[in-house]
T-cell receptor, first 116, second 112 residues
Framework: DGGITQSPKYLFRKEGQNVTLSCEQNLNHDAMYWYRQDPGQGLRLIYYSQIVNDFQKGDIAEGYSVSREKKESFPLTVTSAQKNPTAFYLC???????????????FGPGTRLTVL | QKEVEQNSGPLSVPEGAIASLNCTYSDRGSQSFFWYRQYSGKSPELIMSIYSNGDKEDGRFTAQLNKASQYVSLLIRDSQPSDSATYLCAVNDRGGYNKLIFGAGTRLAVHP
């Protein structure tokens, strides 16, 4: 089955701890994204990547880091510098269109991070 | 600041009625428009994409796009209780390659 997997489903972080959220896709998509969703709010873009070994900051990148060493994988690290990390984290992927259009983004099941 | 605006709701409709969900966007040059459905505690799933002015129908769902008015809507015919969810409107961000801007969503409640 083609799709996007995220792990873990639930994650608990202690104060001052770094944690890494996994995102893997087997859709052969070039572009991958990380979003954060807070209760009752829309999705806010943290980081995105259009190609291996390249990524760009989104609207709320402070306190987060990513890597893109493989096309299939785009892990997100929530560092201790992120002061309010409790949220629902969503990974997405898409084909990379040009010409000003954007292709559909498909989402993984999400990771719910809670700070203890 | 580019924006996508949606009424947060809840929009309450009786079973079998038509639900009309609306979205406005600020970037006149946007070219790609998407509606996602998100059940509580779950991730968004695509309902419809639309790229050209006019209507696009898929089963009980119809997306309507009016670029001149910077307005996109989603109609759900014969609404069912299983349609109760939050509906997110997303519009492409021309300032960022392959980026989407999401609205905060409209919560739909279909009551029997």
């Amino acid at each position: 089955d083609g799709g996007i997997t995220q792990s873990p489903k639930y994650l608990f972080r202690k104060e001052g701890q770094n944690v890494t959220l996994s995102c893997e896709q087997n859709l052969n998509h070039d572009a991958m994204y990380w979003y954060r969703q807070d209760p009752g709010q829309g999705l806010r873009l943290i980081y995105y990547s259009q190609i291996v070994n390249d990524f760009q900051k989104g609207d709320i990148a402070e306190g987060y880091s990513v890597s893109r060493e493989k096309k299939e994988s785009f892990p997100l690290t929530v560092t201790s510098a992120q002061k309010n990390p409790t949220a629902f984290y969503l990974c997405a992927s898409s084909t990379a269109l040009g010409g000003g259009s954007t292709d559909t983004q498909y989402f993984g099941p999400g990771t719910r991070l809670t700070v203890l | 600041q580019k924006e996508v605006e949606q009424n947060s709701g809840p929009l309450s409709v009786p079973e079998g009625a038509i639900a009309s969900l609306n979205c406005t966007y600020s970037d006149r040059g946007s070219q790609s428009f998407f509606w996602y459905r998100q059940y509580s505690g779950k991730s968004p799933e695509l309902i419809m994409s639309i790229y050209s002015n006019g209507d696009k129908e898929d089963g009980r769902f119809t997306a309507q796009l009016n670029k001149a008015s910077q307005y996109v809507s989603l109609l759900i015919r014969d609404s069912q209780p299983s349609d109760s969810a939050t509906y997110l409107c997303a519009v492409n961000d021309r300032g960022g390659y392959n980026k989407l801007i999401f609205g905060a969503g409209t919560r739909l409640a279909v009551h029997p």
